[in-house]
């Protein structure tokens, strides 16, 4: 099993590989949700996400999440065939979570060197969520 600390980590390469272990078997743990950067304009990025949350209205889908945990979960979501058995199978050893749960061992956290990246313009999952109504 590996847990992943997402802070500072580009959440799309941080997808890419999750997804990519996961579905090779691995079980994958990701700490610190609300920490992982989206890169882009304050503007551009909240455009998107707020389209992709008001699409559909409250009646009909699809429902988009507003929490930290809950995007990222999607975003690596959709880079699993998540229909068919192998995917559904590789998403549920998947476990993302806000912050550090009790029980886990900051030293043995790892990292994603292909997902480390300092942008100039970012914003960080949470701040997205914040934006979007979130109280965590």
Not at 12 to 41: F, P, W, Y
Not at 82 to 88: E, I, L
Request: hydrophobic share 40%.
């Amino acid at each position: 099993m590996a847990v992943i600390d997402a802070t500072g980590l580009v959440i799309g390469r941080l997808a890419t590989n999750v997804a990519k272990r996961a579905l090779k078997g691995e079980q994958i743990d990701i700490v610190n949700a609300e920490k992982a950067i989206v890169i882009g304009s304050r503007e551009s990025i909240l455009e998107t996400y707020k389209q992709k949350y008001y699409v559909g209205g409250v009646r009909k889908g699809p429902w988009y999440s507003r929490m930290p945990d809950k995007i990222l979960k999607r975003t690596i979501r959709g880079m699993i065939p998540y229909r068919t058995g192998h995917g559904a199978e590789a998403l549920d050893r998947v476990k993302v979570y806000i912050g550090c749960p009790k029980g886990y061992d900051a030293s043995k956290f790892q990292t994603v060197d292909e997902a480390k990246k300092s942008p100039v313009r970012f914003m960080t999952v949470g701040d997205i969520s914040k934006e979007l109504g979130v109280k965590f």
